[in-house]
């Protein structure tokens, strides 16, 4: 079974700090992606990483997809009310018909 | 803008009801959808691959029977929840994709109360 292990699951913090996401997982994924939810609402697309090592940078959110296309990370800087969500990475295997692995999902509180 | 519609986004029914829930594709064609479900605070779940002409795979666990699914064209599919019961209250969200590449873009879900 494919696991996708996201952390931190919830993370609570004030206006101007900084935050990573982290996603990991011991398979091998052809892309990964971050997906940001609201309540009520589905996932929107933040990114897809495709290359290992890649970088690649939002307004103030970076993600970086492993070298070995294993594991991704979601560095937020100086957050705001507005980046409040959930946020989700999801893995694509090789060969699975285009399925997703979902991570646990970081629901993120940023007070102001 | 949106690439994929999910109709409708509320619904209320008794205990027994069927419910259809269609997903829609926007300006392109989908060969492959997606039907998640998600509880609250949680994660997406896979419940099923839709596949255009052919028949749905489910995931482990989902009852094919209960839950049926149509992917009549290439625009279009549907989850239908046969003779729901209060515990298949949930969010229900579907996804598509363009032929062959990632990424799964997201309907916005349909809230599903029974009962």
């Known amino acids: 079974t494919q696991l996708l292990e996201q952390s931190p699951q919830f993370l609570s913090i004030q206006e101007g700090e900084n935050l990573t996401v982290y996603c990991n997982s011991s398979s091998v994924f052809s892309s990964l992606q971050w997906y940001r939810q609201e309540p009520g609402e589905g996932p929107v697309l933040l990114v897809t990483?495709?290359?290992?090592?890649e970088v690649k940078k939002l307004k103030r959110l970076t993600f970086q997809f492993g070298d070995a296309r294993k594991d991704s990370s979601l560095h937020i800087t100086a957050a705001q009310p507005g980046d409040t969500g959930l946020y989700l990475c999801?893995?694509?295997?090789?060969?699975?018909?285009?399925?997703?692995?979902f991570g646990q999902g970081t629901e993120l509180s940023v007070k102001p | 803008g949106a690439v994929v519609s999910q109709h409708p986004s509320w619904v209320i029914c008794k205990s027994g009801t069927s419910v259809k829930i269609e997903c829609r594709s926007l300006d392109f064609q989908a060969t492959t959808m997606f039907w998640y479900r998600q509880f609250p605070k949680q994660s997406l779940m896979l419940m099923a691959t839709s596949n255009e002409g052919s028949k749905a795979t489910y995931e482990q666990g989902v009852e094919k029977d209960k839950f049926l699914i149509n992917h009549a064209s290439l625009t279009l599919s549907t989850l239908t929840v046969t003779s729901a019961h209060p515990e298949d209250s949930s969010f229900y969200i579907c996804?598509?994709?363009?032929?062959?590449?990632?990424?799964?873009?997201f309907g916005d879900g349909t809230r599903l109360s029974i009962l």
């Open positions: 999801a893995g694509a295997p090789y060969n699975q018909g285009g399925k997703l692995i």
């Open positions: 996804s598509a994709r363009w032929p062959g590449v990632q990424p799964q873009h």
């Open positions: 990483v495709v290359t290992g090592g």
